[in-house]
């Protein structure tokens, strides 16, 4: 896998919620060679304060050189991140990590809160292997409205039909994302990918098992250099052996995890 640093100018900046932003990156190298699922590592202020790079997801990148990243500001690092201006320039490092493993196969999309973020550019990439034959569709679930509708519109265009659930029922129905899951008829050969909190993805390991459908997940983990050199990303796969995220993942099936939920 080849890997870029770039010099990104920002493009666009979009404050989707209170504290939900998206940026656009004109970021030629890293998004065209991005795939679903991928992430990039980003250098959120100009000096070397803070030291390290914040790793996000890849929400969206085209052959073109437009790559999205999509956030919350939950820290200093997002809160600078969030700041910065349209025509400022920033440090990306990526595409980074295994992505999602694409199928022809009818699917099945799963994002809950910030997990939404890697789904569009996997819609959108699923979608265009389709060609229009649309087999499959995409759950969207948020704690409330704002974590969910400004983005609907974007994956509506994937052409996949979208359901969407809030934990306190202000946009679609309410109650947990996996309830809709456990309604659907899905075909047995069917693939599951899902990213969100790490509950909601233990549930959807277990419910995709019980229904014989195979699952792949997108995990998160604190990362220092996102490139295997630090080992800050380690985590317990279900053989019991340690696995890197930033290398071996983000993306694992859902089986192969030790799910502590
Ligand atoms: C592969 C990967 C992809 C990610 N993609 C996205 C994304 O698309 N959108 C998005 O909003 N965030 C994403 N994250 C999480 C994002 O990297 C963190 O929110 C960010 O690094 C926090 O930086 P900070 O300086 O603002 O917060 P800090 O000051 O470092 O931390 C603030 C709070 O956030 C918590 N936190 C920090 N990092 C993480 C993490 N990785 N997971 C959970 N909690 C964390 C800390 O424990 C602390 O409570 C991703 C993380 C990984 C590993
Ligand atoms: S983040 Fe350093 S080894 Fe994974």
Same mark, same amino acid.
């Given at each position: 896998?080849?890997?870029?640093?770039?010099?990104?100018?920002?493009?666009?900046?979009?404050?989707?919620?209170?504290?939900?932003?998206?940026? #656009?990156?004109?970021?030629?190298?890293?998004?065209?060679?991005?795939?679903?699922?991928?992430?990039?590592?980003?250098?959120?202020?100009?000096?070397?304060?803070?030291?390290?790079?914040?790793?996000?997801?890849?929400?969206?990148?085209?052959?073109?050189?437009?790559?999205?990243?999509?956030?919350?500001?939950?820290?200093?690092? %997002?809160?600078?991140?969030?700041?910065?201006? /349209?025509?400022?320039?920033?440090?990306?490092?990526? *595409?980074?990590?295994?992505?999602?493993?694409?199928?022809?196969? *009818?699917?099945?999309?799963?994002?809950?809160?910030?997990?939404?973020?890697?789904?569009?550019?996997?819609?959108?990439?699923?979608?265009?292997?389709?060609?229009?034959?649309?087999?499959?569709?995409?759950?969207?679930?948020?704690? %409330?409205?704002? /974590? !969910?509708? *400004?983005?609907?519109?974007?994956?509506?265009? #994937?052409?996949?039909?979208?359901?969407?659930? %809030?934990?306190?029922?202000?946009?679609?129905?309410?109650?947990?994302?996996?309830?809709?899951?456990?309604?659907?008829?899905? *075909?047995?050969?069917?693939?599951?990918?899902?990213?969100?909190?790490?509950? $909601?993805?233990?549930?959807?390991?277990?419910?995709?098992?019980?229904?014989?459908?195979?699952?792949?997940?997108? !995990? /998160?983990?604190? $990362?220092?250099?996102? $490139?295997?050199?630090?080992?800050?990303?380690?985590? #317990?796969?279900?053989?019991?052996?340690?696995?890197?995220?930033?290398?071996?993942?983000?993306?694992?099936?859902?089986?192969? $995890?030790?799910?502590?939920?």
């Amino acid at each position: 896998m080849t890997q870029f640093q770039e010099k990104a100018t920002v493009t666009r900046r979009e404050l989707l919620s209170s504290d939900n932003v998206r940026l #656009t990156f004109q970021s030629a190298k890293i998004a065209s060679a991005a795939e679903p699922g991928q992430f990039v590592m980003i250098r959120v202020g100009a000096g070397k304060d803070p030291l390290l790079r914040r790793p996000f997801s890849i929400h969206q990148a085209t052959a073109e050189g437009t790559l999205q990243i999509y956030f919350k500001v939950v820290g200093r690092g %997002t809160a600078m991140l969030a700041g910065i201006r /349209e025509g400022d320039e920033v440090s990306i490092l990526g *595409p980074l990590g295994r992505g999602f493993q694409l199928t022809d196969s *009818p699917v099945c999309l799963v994002g809950g809160g910030l997990g939404i973020a890697p789904m569009l550019f996997l819609a959108t990439r699923l979608g265009e292997r389709r060609s229009g034959q649309i087999h499959g569709r995409v759950l969207l679930g948020g704690r %409330t409205r704002m /974590e !969910v509708e *400004p983005l609907l519109g974007d994956f509506e265009q #994937t052409g996949f039909p979208v359901l969407v659930a %809030t934990d306190d029922g202000s946009f679609g129905q309410r109650g947990f994302v996996t309830a809709i899951f456990s309604t659907l008829d899905l *075909p047995p050969d069917c693939t599951v990918y899902c990213c969100g909190p790490e509950p $909601m993805m233990a549930s959807m390991a277990v419910l995709s098992r019980e229904r014989h459908l195979h699952c792949q997940v997108s !995990v /998160e983990s604190a $990362m220092a250099c996102g $490139m295997g050199a630090c080992l800050g990303c380690s985590r #317990t796969a279900r053989n019991g052996e340690y696995v890197h995220v930033c290398l071996d993942g983000p993306v694992f099936d859902a089986e192969d $995890m030790a799910w502590t939920f």
